[in-house]
T-cell receptor
């Protein structure tokens, strides 16, 4: 089955700097890669996603890149703000839509 | 986006009792719902896939007799934790996929279970 690894587990950046979180997956059949942001005690919220037929996608300060050959994808947050502080999860899924999540990255943006 | 509602948000129960958690898709029909479990500061672990009108599919290591799942309609799935023990205390989150939105997964608010 699918296995998703995520790094780093914690990340602290100064406000205004960029943050990068990386994930690798094992199942070459996976074709959809969403990223979720979860604040303490709340549900995960989708922030950006990418499909396997696309190499990069950007939405304002957030971007995701995908390297299908290497089976890894990354989340890039530019001009970080304190409200970006949260836990971020990557996920991978194929046509079954059984999402397998990474282990999470606790991002702390220091003001 | 689609809305998934989960109830109750918090429940405290005594050891040995059973607890039912409901997951509803409010504005779309979900033939498939997923139940996740999340321990503090850990990731979301898929427990089972709930299929409308048929038996749930459980992940390896998840006891189907312990975590009963019923998906009786296209908008409701329930998870019952039977004979709960303190080690069952966790954050349980359901999710559902809206087929009309290219497969995006929407999560319920989560239910924090504390077993005394």
């Amino acid at each position: 089955g699918e296995n998703v690894e995520q790094h780093p587990s914690t990340l602290s950046v100064q406000e205004g700097d960029s943050a990068v979180i990386k994930c690798t997956y094992s199942d070459s059949a996976s074709n959809y890669f969403p990223w979720y942001k979860q604040e303490l005690g709340k549900r995960p919220q989708l922030i950006i996603d990418i499909r396997s037929n696309v190499g990069e996608k950007k939405d304002q300060r957030i971007a995701v890149t995908l390297n299908k050959t290497a089976k890894h994808f990354s989340l890039h947050i530019t001009e970080t703000q304190p409200e970006d502080s949260a836990v971020y999860f990557c996920a991978a899924t194929s046509g079954t839509y059984k999402y397998i999540f990474g282990t999470g990255t606790r991002l702390k943006v220091l003001a | 986006g689609a809305v998934v509602s989960q109830h109750p948000s918090r429940v405290i129960c005594k050891s040995g009792t059973s607890v039912k958690i409901e997951c509803r898709s409010l504005d779309f029909q979900a033939t498939t719902m997923f139940w996740y479990r999340q321990f503090p500061k850990q990731s979301l672990m898929l427990m089972a896939t709930s299929n409308e009108g048929s038996k749930a599919t459980y992940e390896q290591g998840v006891e189907k007799d312990k975590f009963l799942i019923n998906h009786a309609s296209l908008t409701l799935s329930t998870l019952t934790v039977t004979s709960a023990h303190p080690e069952d205390s966790s954050f349980y989150i359901c999710s559902a996929r809206d087929q009309g939105l290219a497969g995006e997964l929407f999560f319920g608010e989560g239910s924090r279970l504390t077993v005394l």
